[in-house]
């Protein structure tokens, strides 16, 4: 029989180091959630056949996304249809996590900033590696940008929890796009690793698909979106005073224009998710803040 999931609600405006550090007690548990004890050879990835660690195991009709620089032209050629060239991945143990911790991060009305909520994600990834005696290294993008190298996982978890605590002041540099942030992941990571991507993904459609290809193209991915409730759904119309902590604005959500773009954006940005997710070798989770984090990692994005 399956042991409980652990009862967790990311708490607070700060990461406290401590309490990080602390997680560490749930790593067997994140790394059932992760599939990090998957067989690393189901994940099938679009590499080119000169990458180090990839062996070519079949071709299939291409799909639209597909790298156009991989198509098999032989296949191609006697069937009169386009072909992709599949490579498995060579065994790899390394786990790589880019944490969002940029200024939009900073906000939450439920219980916890989704900074913090993405923190302790972070963290509890790090700890799952560790957990199975996995490499991890971790990219945190925030006021200003904290590159962990990829090594034993728990000294390296240790120094995620660290640069978490510290990487949230306020600040108006670290906005630097996602798929800039996924690019430079890429090249610190080698074929095969499993990336775990955390972030609200406010980013523009074009940043965020590039972001999530260039890391299929690297190994396999898991996207985790973090969200505040009221990015979901506004409240009840009337006026509502927010802040970042240093500008004041006042929300009218009495407003029909403000109420319909409110919902168109949200409304794109899970489109966008989707898509996301449905690339081979992909997974996305979705965790509001003031959520038991754990149930809602178990559960597969729809």
């Known amino acids: 029989m399956r042991a409980p999931l652990p009862r967790r609600v990311p708490r607070g405006m700060r990461s406290s180091?401590?309490?990080l550090l602390g997680l560490r007690r749930y790593g067997n548990a994140m790394r059932r959630i992760l599939g990090l004890d998957d067989d690393p050879h189901?994940?099938?990835?679009?590499?080119s056949a000169r990458s180090q660690g990839m062996e070519y195991t079949e071709s299939r009709p291409y799909s639209p996304g597909d790298d156009v620089r991989r198509i098999d032209w032989r296949v191609t050629a006697r069937t009169g249809r386009a072909h992709t060239?599949?490579?498995?991945?060579?065994?790899?143990?390394d786990v790589y996590c880019l944490v969002d911790q940029r200024a939009r991060m900073r906000f939450g009305t439920r219980a916890a900033f989704k900074?913090?909520?993405?923190?302790?994600i972070a963290a509890l990834a790090g700890w799952a590696a560790a957990a199975g005696g996995d490499r991890f290294g971790a990219l945190v993008a925030g006021t200003r940008?904290?590159?962990i190298r990829t090594g034993a996982a728990q000294p390296a978890?240790?120094?995620?929890?660290?640069?978490?605590a510290t990487v949230g002041s306020i600040g108006d540099a670290g906005d630097t796009p996602i798929d800039r942030l996924a690019a430079r992941a890429v090249e610190e990571a080698d074929a095969g690793t499993r990336f775990i991507v955390i972030s609200d993904f406010s980013d523009g459609e074009a940043s965020v698909e590039r972001a999530a290809k260039l890391l299929r193209g690297r190994g396999t991915l898991t996207l985790v979106w973090v969200f505040d409730p009221l990015e979901e759904r506004l409240p009840l119309p009337g006026r509502y005073p927010l802040t970042d902590g240093r500008d004041d604005i006042v929300l009218d959500t009495a407003m029909?224009?403000?109420?319909?773009a409110h919902a168109r954006d949200?409304?794109?940005?899970?489109?966008?998710?989707?898509?996301c997710a449905a690339l081979p070798g992909t997974r996305c989770h979705a965790v509001r803040t003031g959520a038991e984090v754990f149930t809602a990692l178990e559960r597969a994005f729809d």
């Open 157 to 164: 978890a240790m120094s995620l929890c660290a640069a978490l």
């Open 42 to 47: 189901e994940a099938r990835s679009a590499l």
């Open 145 to 147: 940008h904290i590159s």
């Open 85 to 93: 060239k599949l490579f498995r991945l060579e065994h790899c143990n």
């Open 256 to 260: 029909a224009p403000v109420r319909d």
């Open 17 to 19: 180091r401590d309490e």
């Open 266 to 275: 949200f409304a794109a940005r899970r489109k966008r998710l989707q898509r």
């Open 115 to 120: 900074s913090v909520a993405a923190a302790e």
